[in-house]
């Protein structure tokens, strides 16, 4: 009992040293492994550059020039550049976040470090919002702050603040949203007029939807809470009315150059992935089955539920000591259903029923993406990102139900959430060593600091005026009718990211050198700046 009147007595310092932890926990080696994958891609289309150049045939695509500069390459780009690069490169998708991000890059520059603070910043936002979510509705400033706390040590919120993806941005305002949501039910039921509240859950919608269109089935769990649960038919008029908004918009931009080609594109990855899944399946992407999807959905709800997070090793100890997790988790979880079916306050239980709903459909929708595909690649964490918050609250609707249980069995129920607590410590140190469980990318060896930047160092140290400086290239197709060969010329526009923009050095890509980047010196040798050997430095 000290101890809850110590946090009810001191709440806003209590909350700003969670702040404080969460900001350490994600600032530490933020910038220490290089951008991987996707982040790629935020970087090319927050810059306005399309991936093989596309639109850059003043520079790394020249007609009749092999010679290019840095200079060149940053040529001023505009919105059908963006478009052109979001387009060609991320399905079209994330257009809010990728946009924000380069003028966030204007300022801050395009380190790793900078690319992923916008990440760290609105996860930290996320948290204090989470406070106020939970400390508003369930009117529990002690649930609230264990909300808080929960999110701070977070293996999964602490990855996605290290990763320049729109992820992190999608769930502020997808809590946002179910924040707003709440309050304008409110506010209706007590007589009140939320018109401006009606116009920020649209707008919220609209903006989630501009990070991530695979949000889309939150706000089906939206309607169907209202359905259930509201009985105001002003209100029912406002919803339509907000939801004018998310429509509008994201039409709009499935109509312009940028988002035109995304159904396109998701069709072909599918067949793509489904020629992956038959000849070459692994523990990610398989054919669509029953076993299948539910082999690939246990690491799913592993990271989505902190209670459990961390999916076993192959040992048989650890294996043992996950099963034992996982029972106790059943059982706080079967004490939570019966503390909610006892609850005689109608407004606490239908908002117990919607974290239930918030928490677990969003499971559902990847089976039914799954079988929709024919694959099971889109079952994975981060497109369940918007949903995971509303799983916190529900752990820590758990451990205080278990907590004022009269009973001895939340005792052992404690021990093992304490011996997870452990575990979760351990997962931490696995994402900042580079060695994490698939959240987001899973790499058999860490990852270096990011090479490309490396060399645009390197490049700037040794070159003299008269030399040039050749990156490697590889054949990727040959070109439709003409049967001319393409080749890559990303990494010299990977490292021209990180090289001064009015530098005038001499560049050319070298169609006959797949791995290095080397400068030719005036009187004809050459000097080594960077060995790729193959995909073992390119992430």
Same mark, same amino acid.
């Given at each position: ?64 020039? $092999? ?85 701070? !040590? ?72 209202? !359905?259930?649960? &509201? ?31 995304? &159904? ?6 599918? $067949? ?32 989505? @539920? ?53 928490? @677990? ?25 918007? =949903?995971?918050? @509303? ?8 451990? $205080? ?20 607590? &452990? ?41 003299? $005026? ?6 490697? =290239? ?66």
């Amino acid at each position: 009992m000290q101890i809850q009147q110590f946090l009810k007595q001191n709440t806003n310092f209590v909350l700003i040293g969670i702040v404080v932890l969460a900001f350490g926990l994600r600032y530490y080696k933020i910038g220490e492994h290089g951008l991987a994958g996707d982040e790629k891609y935020s970087l090319f289309v927050s810059q306005f550059v399309t991936y093989e150049g596309n639109n850059q045939h003043d520079s790394v695509r020249k007609p009749n020039d $092999k010679y290019f500069t840095p200079k060149e390459f940053w040529s001023e780009k505009s919105l059908p550049d963006f478009f052109d690069s979001i387009a060609r490169l991320d399905t079209g998708n994330g257009a809010l976040y990728t946009y924000s991000l380069h003028y966030w890059t204007n300022v801050f520059g395009v380190s790793d470090k900078s690319m992923r603070m916008p990440s760290l910043i609105f996860n930290l936002f996320t948290i204090v919002l989470l406070f106020v979510f939970v400390k508003e509705h369930f009117r529990s400033q002690n649930l609230a702050l264990l909300a808080a706390f929960l999110a701070a !040590v977070s293996p999964f919120y602490i990855n996605y603040s290290q990763v320049a993806r729109n992820y992190s941005i999608n769930m502020f305002f997808a809590l946002l949203a179910t924040h707003l949501l709440l309050k304008i039910i409110q506010e209706e039921e007590s007589s009140q007029k939320p018109v401006w509240k009606y116009v920020f859950y649209g707008c919220c919608a609209l903006a989630c939807e501009l990070c991530h269109f695979a949000t889309f089935p939150l706000f089906l769990i939206h309607a169907l809470f209202v !359905v259930i649960f &509201f009985r105001q038919k002003r209100g029912y008029i406002g919803f339509t009315l907000a939801a004018i908004i998310p429509l509008v918009g994201a039409l709009a931009w499935l109509n312009c150059d940028g988002g035109r080609w995304l &159904f396109d594109y998701v069709a072909n990855s599918v $067949k793509t992935y489904n020629q992956m899944a038959l000849e070459t399946p692994d523990d990610y992407l398989n054919v669509a089955n029953l076993k299948n999807i539910l082999k690939q959905l246990r690491h799913v709800i592993s990271a989505m @539920f902190l209670l459990i997070d961390g999916y076993p090793s192959q040992t048989v100890f650890y294996k043992k000591i996950y099963l034992l997790i996982i029972l106790s988790a059943l059982l706080g979880f079967f004490v939570f259903v019966q503390k909610s079916l006892k609850t005689s306050d109608k407004q606490q239980f239908r908002l117990r029923v919607f974290i239930v709903l918030l928490s @677990f459909i969003p499971l559902l929708t990847l089976i039914v993406f799954a079988y929709q595909d024919g694959n099971t690649f889109r079952i994975m964490p981060r497109y369940l990102a918007y =949903s995971y918050c @509303f799983s916190l609250v529900l752990i820590s609707l758990i451990i $205080k139900d278990l907590w004022n249980k009269k009973s001895i069995v939340k005792f052992p129920i404690y021990a093992v959430f304490a011996v997870q607590f &452990f575990m979760v410590l351990h997962l931490i140190n696995t994402i900042w060593d580079d060695n994490a469980p698939r959240y987001f990318m899973y790499f058999s060896e860490p990852r270096q600091a990011n090479t490309y930047e490396f060399s645009a160092k390197a490049i700037q140290r040794v070159y003299a $005026k008269g030399d040039t400086v050749l990156y490697p =290239s590889v054949f990727i197709e040959k070109r439709g009718g003409v049967g001319m060969p393409s080749y890559s010329v990303s990494d010299a526009q990977l490292t021209n990211f990180y090289l001064p923009k009015d530098s005038e050095i001499i560049q050319r890509v070298d169609f006959n050198e797949e791995n290095k980047i080397i400068i030719k010196k005036a009187n004809g040798s050459e000097k080594l700046i960077f060995d790729f050997k193959g995909a073992k430095y390119r992430y």
